[in-house]
């Protein structure tokens, strides 16, 4: 289920309440397997293999939910030296209503900040092979890519300059064009 992006007022209104509970509670959810993952991953004292604690929630929640809750957990957050500069400013992207309220994570928020850095790389990392392979196949002059190809490594990474924001708008744009394409396959097929 997709990640319900309006408040309670507006799902109200809509008559959308049940998306808007079922996705709370499924955030709700994704914020207790957070804890657990990162409290699984501790291999000794103060060191956590987050890495894999963010690959067993994205791979159970998905990139949209996990990255929503943790967008929502440091806008929530009272205290600006909690998180840093850079996870503020990625969640500030994140458009959130004011009535999500479960954002309660029971991770000290330096193990947490540590998992939000890891979860926003893989995340990049994951985008950047997609937006690498369109960049390459629609022959994108090397001023406007945003990826590069590292043969070292056989993948697709983001250029020097790349902030996520600009390598998620151009992700959601491919996506948006190979859903459209899709659509008119449908509509072919169906037409033969």
């Known amino acids: ?19 808007y509970h ?6 709700t959810a994704c914020v207790r397997e957070i804890d657990k993952a990162i409290l699984d991953s501790n291999v000794e004292l103060y060191r956590y293999d987050l890495k894999a604690a963010a690959k067993t929630v994205i791979g159970q ?32 992207g994140v458009p959130i209503p004011s009535d999500k309220h479960y954002f309660a994570f029971n991770t000290h928020p330096a193990i947490l900040n ?3 850095d890891t979860v926003r790389k893989t995340h990049m990392h994951e985008m950047a092979q997609t937006v690498g392979q369109y960049e390459k196949s629609h022959r ?13 490594f ?11 924001q600009k390598m998620q708008v151009r992700y959601n744009e491919i996506m948006e064009k190979k859903a459209a394409r899709a659509e008119r396959k449908a509509v072919r097929y169906r037409q033969a």
């Open 61 to 92: 929640y998905g990139f949209a939910r996990t990255n929503w809750v943790l967008a929502g957990c440091i806008q929530q957050s009272h205290r600006s030296g909690q998180y840093s500069q850079a996870n503020h400013d990625w969640a500030k």
């Open 114 to 116: 540590g998992f939000v």
């Open 154 to 164: 056989s993948e697709f990474v983001p250029e020097e300059n790349t902030s996520y």
């Open 1 to 19: 289920m997709p990640v319900y992006p309006f408040s309670l007022e507006i799902a109200s209104h809509n008559g959308e309440t049940d998306a």
């Open 22 to 27: 079922q996705s709370m509670a499924l955030n």
């Open 140 to 152: 994108v002059a090397p001023r406007n890519r945003l990826t590069y190809f590292d043969s070292d």
